[in-house]
């Protein structure tokens, strides 16, 4: 589909599903990029919407600055946010936010957030109502954090994917001394590169019991 066929395509789309009401707003797979979900955010009205898919849409951080500062998201309660370029600054946007505060699940998995991004997450006071936190493949534990978000762990987050990421035994101590994890009730750190002592530490830890 030629560039500006598929624009017209996507407003078409979008006008229709926000004149419906549709609480589903699927914009999977349509390779926005960052300007025009610039210019939803800032612009249309989508306090209909209760779930938004924004995955494979080739977001950076600046798309996700702008959704996370969009007072009629204020009813969204899923967003997926998979298969992007979005790190840390997004990440921490999200964090922030004064208009998610209905937000159940956020899906990141296969983006570029490090660390630092995802406890930011992990610890916001602003996501009050997230129960899901999906951060799988991203670029957390590549670097190793001297220095962890302030704060407790989100109380109503239940449920946090860390899958395929590179968390080895440094970065997975550092972790569990932020606190990250003692709200969970169910951590998936699957296919990272945890050893014998990450693997003692998790044993160990009264935060996991």
Known sequence: MKSHNRERFIIKKLGEALERRDPLLDLSYERLGDAPLVFLARKADLSCVRELNLSWNELGNSAVQALAKCSTLRNLQTLNLGSNAI???????????????????????????????????????????????????????????????????????????????????????????????????????????????????????????
């Open 87 to 209: 790190g840390n600054a997004g990440a921490q946007a999200l964090a922030k936010s004064d208009n998610l505060a209905n937000l159940k699940t956020l899906g990141l998995g296969f983006n570029r957030v490090e660390d630092s991004g995802a406890l930011h997450l992990v610890k916001s006071n602003s996501l009050t109502s997230l129960e899901f936190l999906d951060l799988e493949q991203n670029a957390i534990g590549e670097s190793q954090l001297t220095a962890f978000p302030d704060g407790t762990a989100n109380p109503t987050l239940v449920k946090l994917n860390l899958r395929r990421n590179t968390i080895n035994d440094d970065s997975l101590k550092g972790w569990l001394q932020s606190g990250a994890f003692t709200q969970l009730r169910h951590l998936n750190l699957g296919w990272n590169k945890i050893g014998d002592a990450g693997a003692e530490l998790l044993a160990q830890s009264p935060t996991l019991a």
